[in-house]
């Protein structure tokens, strides 16, 4: 915006989607991360997969499925290198249309992950309704796993839930080494947060897939360290 600068999502999302402008927004956001994707393959850059938030207004869009498919198809992009991040009150707001565009997206090799779970109205049974590949820990249960013994054993103990459904756990807002060592520790698969890096522009985020300082390389692989 030439007005205001750079927004953050939560600055424009909600009149977007007062606006009935929020499908157009969704669609632009998925193109441009397809476009990405074929440009950095043809280049023959490292790929790694790429999440992509969606409103809860696109389980009720009979064109959402169809774009998304269409535009995995039209840009050539191996379906695995894409996940879709929807929330709780995404998937229970109609679950039956939600469980089926969620089963037809997963078909294609898609993964789908459960973004804030802990937050509002989140229920460990939905987890066995909705067929999520990996559910992502909200960072108000993260924030104070360092300190507090009790904020600690409640992520220990959703990261067990999770995995006893057979769900990949994703902690987020991760912002230091401390709160990776308790993570470490309860065995959490996934970690996601400023410690490891902050949104950064398409140009430095290239630079630190080459050279960062969590990644041993060894031969044409490479393992991520703590």
């Given amino acids: 915006s030439k007005k205001y600068g750079l927004l953050p999502p ?9 606006a009935g402008l929020i ?13 990405d994707l074929r440009e950095a393959k ?5 790929l790694l997969p790429v ?11 009979t064109k959402f499925l169809d774009d998304i498919l269409n535009m995995i198809q039209e840009f050539e992009i191996d379906p695995t290198l894409l996940q879709i991040e929807i929330t709780e009150t995404t998937s229970m707001a109609n679950q039956f249309l939600s469980v089926s565009i969620i089963k037809k997206l997963r078909e294609k090799g898609i993964k789908i992950l459960m973004d804030d779970f802990g937050v509002g109205f989140s229920n460990i049974g939905n987890l066995r309704k ?4 990996a559910i992502k820990i909200d960072k108000s249960f993260i924030d104070d796993i360092h300190t507090d013994q009790k904020a600690a054993d409640i992520v220990k103990f959703l990261i067990n839930v999770c995995k006893v459904n057979g769900l990949e756990v994703i902690a987020e807002g991760v912002d230091n ?3 990776v060592e308790v993570l470490k520790k309860a065995k ?3 970690i996601q947060g400023y410690y490891y890096s902050k949104p950064i522009p398409k140009n430095e985020y290239e630079r630190f897939l080459k050279n960062n300082p969590f990644e041993v390389k060894k ?8």
């Fill in 188 to 190: 959490c698969g996934t």
């Fill in 177 to 179: 080494p401390e709160q």
């Fill in 23 to 35: 499908h157009e927004i969704d669609k632009f956001v998925f193109k441009r991360v397809c476009e």
């Fill in 130 to 133: 909705i067929p999520f590949d």
């Fill in 10 to 18: 939560g600055k424009f999302l909600s009149t977007a989607e007062a």
């Fill in 219 to 226: 031969g044409d692989r490479r393992w991520l360290q703590f």
């Fill in 51 to 61: 999440s992509v938030n969606f409103s809860l207004y696109e389980f009720f869009s």
């Fill in 42 to 46: 043809r280049k023959g850059r490292r």
